[in-house]
């Protein structure tokens, strides 16, 4: 469901009409919705039930604070992949035995914080990160949780850019050696077997790989239990895709309960991003010139890639709208920022109704990737993001500005 629609003739998120956020924030700005935030999150959690239940929001989607503080409040734990988004994490406030710690280039650094911290579990991505975390957990003397990530072999259709599954892939490891570490990890006196992880890819729409990675977890755990190795949660991790299409929770769920039902205490754990964020947000941009004097007539923005990379990046589509509906005849515009990269486009071909410079455009579903995979590119500072709750917008990030460019340069 979408949280932002046509109330007359401008665009609005609730009651509060996007135009005037553009006008009094300026563009480029990050909008969010705080009630698709908590619609999601909740619709997630009711789609999955009859077990124990964690689902720990991937920050790489959209870090920041005052964002992830909603699901902080609704009871969610994290997923980080880096030092900087544990601390984050810790920040916001999630609770540390809500907290996993993914990537696979933890560095001895990143793992001694981790383990003082008492995080719930590291998503072990290699034989010699398992060592690693031994040694460290031995040196600290403090025991440190350990969930093995497994790439199943299991294909599941996203963008290239975005499987993480297959011998091909450098995450996780495949069975035989996820046997080898538990056995090794049983045997470390530092290291406590909490959990089983897998994560198969992001952007994913399809029911099936889900169903399929649950079928080979649950013989995989019938193994483990073989050798009195006993798991306290299995992490199927994120990738619940965001777009035209809409995936089957329910089909998802189903195959969980039946496939993990000879051990109803085993905790399941969720680590969606993309699910909980995308569709909440929008990114506002004002456009600049229109430009129609050749062949193809543009319509250049003062947002860029560097903003909103995901459609230079993955060629990925999200809607691009006027903030204002207007009647009479559309032409043809491609939609490019003002970025010095030929890539640097958010749509092609978009019918719009004599569009003119100073009107705003917005850009949807831009809520997850969008301002955490910004940058400075072309020396601009990065936009600012609010965040509107009912009918009120409040100002969850200031816009950057020169001397934040360069505050850092020695
Ligand atoms: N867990 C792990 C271990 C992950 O690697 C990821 C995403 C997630 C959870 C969350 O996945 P999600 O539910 O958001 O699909 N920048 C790309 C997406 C990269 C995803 C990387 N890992 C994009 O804009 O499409």
């Known amino acids: 469901m979408s949280f932002f629609s046509y109330r007359g003739k401008s665009l609005s998120v609730g009651r509060?009409?996007?135009?005037?956020?553009?006008?009094?924030?300026?563009?480029?700005?990050?909008?969010?919705?705080?009630?698709?935030l908590m619609d999601q999150y909740l619709s997630l959690k009711n789609s999955f039930s009859g077990r124990p239940l964690l689902i720990c929001y991937a920050l790489k989607a959209n870090s920041n604070f005052s964002l992830c503080r909603v699901f902080k409040e609704l009871g969610?734990?994290?997923?980080?992949?880096?030092?900087?988004?544990?601390?984050?994490?810790?920040?916001?406030?999630?609770?540390?035995?809500?907290?996993?710690?993914?990537?696979?280039?933890?560095?001895?650094?990143?793992?001694?914080?981790?383990?003082?911290?008492?995080?719930?579990?590291?998503?072990?991505?290699?034989?010699?990160?398992?060592?690693?975390?031994?040694?460290?957990?031995?040196q600290m003397r403090l025991k440190a949780s350990v969930s093995v990530r497994i790439n199943f072999p299991i294909k599941a259709k996203t963008h290239p850019h975005t499987v993480t599954s297959g011998n091909l892939s450098k995450f996780g490891v495949n069975q035989k050696e996820a046997f080898l570490m538990y056995e090794w990890a049983?045997?470390?006196?530092?290291?406590?077997?909490?959990?089983?992880?897998?994560?198969?890819?992001s952007q994913v729409f399809s029911s099936k790989p889900y169903v399929q990675a649950a079928s080979l977890a649950k013989n995989f755990i019938r193994q483990l239990a073989m050798r009195k190795?006993?798991?306290?949660?299995?992490?199927?991790?994120?990738?619940?895709?965001?777009?035209?299409?809409?995936?089957?929770?329910?089909?998802?769920?189903?195959?969980?309960?039946?496939?993990?039902?000879?051990?109803?205490?085993?905790?399941?754990v969720l680590e969606p991003g993309r699910f909980l964020?995308?569709?909440?947000?929008?990114?506002?941009?004002?456009?600049?010139?229109?430009?129609?004097?050749?062949?193809?007539?543009?319509?250049?923005?003062?947002?860029?890639?560097?903003?909103?990379?995901?459609?230079?990046?993955?060629?990925a589509r999200h809607p691009v709208v006027s903030l204002e509906k207007k009647t009479g005849k559309a032409e043809i515009f491609d939609v490019a920022g003002p970025v010095c990269e030929s890539a640097d486009f958010f749509a092609r071909d978009l019918s719009l109704c004599a569009p003119k410079s100073g009107e705003f455009l917005g850009i949807?579903?831009?809520?997850?990737?969008?301002?955490?995979?910004?940058?400075?590119?072309?020396?601009?500072?990065?936009?600012?993001e609010v965040?509107?709750?009912?009918?009120?917008?409040?100002?969850?990030?200031?816009?950057?500005?020169?001397?934040?460019?360069?505050?850092?340069e020695a």
Not at 27 to 34: A, E, G, I, W
Request: with cysteine; glycine share 12%; proline share 3%.
């Open 364 to 384: 949807l579903n831009a809520g997850a990737y969008g301002f955490s995979m910004s940058s400075q590119y072309n020396f601009r500072p990065r936009a600012s």
């Open 76 to 138: 969610a734990g994290a997923e980080v992949v880096s030092g900087g988004e544990l601390r984050q994490a810790l920040r916001i406030g999630f609770s540390p035995s809500k907290i996993l710690f993914s990537g696979v280039g933890k560095t001895r650094d990143e793992i001694r914080f981790g383990i003082k911290q008492k995080i719930l579990a590291f998503n072990v991505e290699s034989f010699e990160e398992l060592k690693a975390l031994g040694e460290v957990s031995a």
């Open 186 to 201: 049983r045997k470390a006196k530092w290291l406590k077997i909490a959990g089983l992880h897998c994560h198969l890819g």
């Open 16 to 36: 509060v009409p996007l135009a005037s956020l553009a006008q009094k924030f300026k563009t480029p700005l990050y909008v969010y919705s705080q009630a698709s």
């Open 387 to 408: 965040l509107v709750d009912g009918k009120t917008a409040r100002l969850i990030r200031r816009r950057e500005t020169f001397a934040d460019l360069i505050r850092s």
């Open 229 to 268: 190795i006993s798991l306290s949660f299995v992490d199927m991790g994120g990738g619940f895709g965001v777009g035209d299409e809409t995936i089957d929770f329910s089909g998802i769920a189903g195959a969980y309960s039946q496939e993990f039902k000879e051990w109803p205490a085993l905790g399941l």
């Open 277 to 315: 964020v995308a569709e909440s947000g929008i990114l506002l941009t004002r456009i600049v010139h229109v430009k129609a004097g050749g062949k193809r007539k543009f319509l250049i923005v003062d947002a860029g890639m560097n903003d909103f990379l995901r459609p230079a990046l993955y060629g």
